[in-house]
């Protein structure tokens, strides 16, 4: 009886205790700032999600990520979802994923890229998905890679390998933020470790980051991978692309 009691108390505190919770910290869409159900998970209203910021970079042949490595690297194929701007919700949706622990909105994205390339015959020859790796402290820090959860969504589409493995950041380096465009080359240049002999099992690999800017850290692991195995296919995909 008292175990049955017990139960109840339990119950009704915890209720109290989310409602309590709920008083303080609010369901909120991360974009607009409506409350939201206690079922919506990803943060994010149904209005928002469908004023997202794309790219429509999948109804076009030469997107600007694609002119972004021209001349600089060979890239098969470029992907991104979301035109990134300051305040805009993409801005947004990035810090919620790398800052505010979002990872099923970071998985939800992945799985949005999965949907919009997979039909996509320039995208149906990956054999393999590598997220832009984080050095070990700083993912030990944040608790996960998100360009490795964004590349889960997207496999959870495409259904191929995912090895976050194959490419290592071996030097912490400072935050690329507050720096210019050849500063942060310098700062990606050396920093990346490669499993060489295990891609040459591959033809064609995908590279999966959440945010391209400069391009910088791309360019830094494809001439690493190419100076060792020219021939192999490689493809950018990111969640977003800043402007
Ligand atoms: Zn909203």
Not at 90 to 110: D, P, R, V
Not at 146 to 173: D, F, Y
Not at 190 to 196: H, K, P, R, S
Request: glycine fraction near 4%; charged fraction near 25%.
């Amino acid at each position: 009886m008292s175990t049955l009691k017990d139960g109840f108390i339990f119950t009704l505190l915890k209720k109290y205790t989310n409602t309590f919770m709920h008083l303080i910290y609010p369901n909120q869409c991360l974009v607009c700032l409506n409350e939201l159900p206690e079922s919506n998970r990803t943060n994010i209203c149904h209005l928002c999600q469908d004023n997202f910021h794309f790219t429509y970079f999948e109804t076009s042949d030469s997107t600007r990520l694609d002119k972004l490595f021209w001349g600089r690297l060979n890239i098969h194929s470029t992907f991104s979802l979301l035109e990134f701007e300051k305040q805009n919700s993409t801005q947004k949706i990035l810090h919620a994923i790398k800052y505010k622990s979002n990872k099923l909105l970071a998985g939800e994205m992945g799985k949005k890229i999965g949907n919009t390339i997979h039909q996509k015959s320039n995208f149906a020859t990956i054999e393999v998905l590598i997220p832009v790796p984080l050095h070990i402290k700083k993912k030990y820090i944040r608790g996960y890679n998100q360009s490795e959860v964004i590349a889960e969504g997207v496999n959870t589409i495409l259904n191929v390998q995912l090895k976050p493995n194959l490419i290592r950041r071996t030097v912490h380096s400072e935050s690329q933020t507050k720096k210019n465009k050849f500063s942060r080359w310098d700062n990606v240049k050396d920093v990346f470790q490669i499993d060489i002999s295990a891609l040459k099992k591959f033809n064609h690999i995908a590279i999966i980051d959440d945010v391209i800017t400069t391009g910088s850290t791309i360019e830094a692991i494809t001439l690493k991978i190419h100076k060792e195995i020219p021939d192999l296919k490689i493809s950018i995909i990111s969640l977003a692309i800043a402007k």
